[in-house]
């Protein structure tokens, strides 16, 4: 069991940056690839960029891809999430999951955080 905490969501303008956090705690992060989901109001749930276990393999959503940056340091037992050039479509609740491997769909992960919220002003 893993359990996952985000951090860092708030209020931001248009062009302005945000670094979500997702702690772990009860098994070590690094035995899971971690990913980073988000949430509109009144929309499902979309991917937004994974990182494999290692860190060395990460994958984005085409319309976060050169503004947000995945990352993870297991000595912190944390993954991270960069979110630059940000525009107010960025706004959502950010989930962060962690799974066996690095994906695209939900379903590919086991555990989940209960999010944060970003929200972009004009």
């Known amino acids: 069991q893993v359990q996952l905490v985000e951090s860092g969501g708030g209020l931001v303008q248009a062009g302005g940056s945000l670094r979500l956090s997702c702690a772990a705690s009860g098994r070590t992060f690094s035995s899971y690839a971690g990913g980073w989901f988000r949430q509109a109001r009144g929309k499902e749930r979309e991917f937004v960029a994974t990182?494999?276990?290692?860190?060395?393999?990460?994958s984005y959503a085409d319309s976060v891809k050169g503004r947000f940056t995945i990352s993870r340091d297991d000595a912190k037992n944390t993954v991270y999430l960069q979110m630059n050039s940000l525009i107010p479509g960025d706004t959502a609740v950010y989930f962060c999951?962690?799974?066996?491997?690095?994906?695209?769909?939900?379903?590919?992960?086991?555990?989940w955080g209960q999010g944060t919220q970003v929200t972009v002003s004009s």
């Open positions: 999951a962690a799974g066996p491997f690095t994906s695209n769909q939900a379903r590919g992960y086991s555990y």
């Open positions: 990182i494999s276990k290692n860190g060395v393999r990460t």
